[in-house]
């Protein structure tokens, strides 16, 4: 079975721009987290969508929005890039509301120039 | 709110020598708590898990026990291979109700042959 995926696997932005990143879950999974990784750092939690409703969200500005389709697909979007905003962005999934065990997907590296 | 505190890196060993990696957490409630391994350039992978007070997880060598009494999951292996060097992560599934992740801020761990 495929594991959780995501895309782009690199990106670069200018500041000011906006950006769009994208997760499909792994099959049967109905839950999706995103979290921002800054190098040399753990992940900080983004937020957490169950059956396309927001369950949970993290310390991170409105600049920062999600969304989850019906067929549980995830868009990570970011407005108004700062050069702090580079890092890995990571997605995980986990088959129910609760949240565990949750599976990451390879990340998307971002870069803010 | 909850937090996790792991021990500095680097961690550099010997090929065949034995592994700790200290990890302690700060929870109101019980949470379940994960170790995750990082290689480079890649996500994050699930390397073992404790659901409840003095749970052991294991796999792949790696060893880890829950323990209430002194909010510890220490992250041990008897041998270490140079195929282990990573970075290792320790998270808790957040009490509060999101289902969140917290991390540690990761260990790296170099073996040399």
């Known amino acids: 079975d495929a594991g959780v995926t995501q895309s782009p696997t690199h990106l670069i932005k200018t500041r000011g721009q906006h950006v769009t990143l994208r997760c499909s879950p792994i099959s049967g999974h109905k839950s999706v987290s995103w979290y921002q990784q800054v190098l040399g750092q753990g992940p900080q939690f983004i937020f957490q969508?169950?059956?396309?409703?927001?369950?949970g969200r993290g310390n991170f500005p409105d600049r920062f929005s999600a969304r989850q389709f019906p067929n549980y697909s995830s868009e990570l979007n970011v407005n108004a890039l700062l050069l702090g905003d580079s890092a890995l962005y990571l997605c995980?999934?986990?088959?129910?509301?609760?949240?565990?065990?949750?599976?990451f997907g390879p990340g998307t590296r971002l870069t803010v120039t | 709110g909850d937090s996790v505190t792991q021990m500095e890196g680097p961690v550099t060993l010997s090929e065949e020598a034995f592994l700790t990696i200290n990890c302690t957490y700060t929870a109101t409630g019980y949470p379940s708590l994960f170790w995750y391994v990082q290689y480079p350039g890649e996500g994050l992978q699930l390397l073992l898990k404790a659901t409840k007070a003095d749970d052991k997880g294991s796999n792949k060598g790696f060893e880890a026990t829950y323990r209430k009494e002194t909010t510890s999951f220490h992250l041990e292996k008897g041998s270490v291979q140079v195929s282990d060097s990573a970075v290792y992560f320790c998270a808790l599934g957040d009490t509060s109700g999101t289902y969140k992740y917290i991390f540690g801020t990761g260990t790296r761990l170099k073996v040399l042959a």
């Open positions: 969508y169950y059956e396309k409703e927001e369950r």
């Open positions: 995980a999934s986990s088959p129910d509301g609760q949240g565990y065990e949750q599976y």
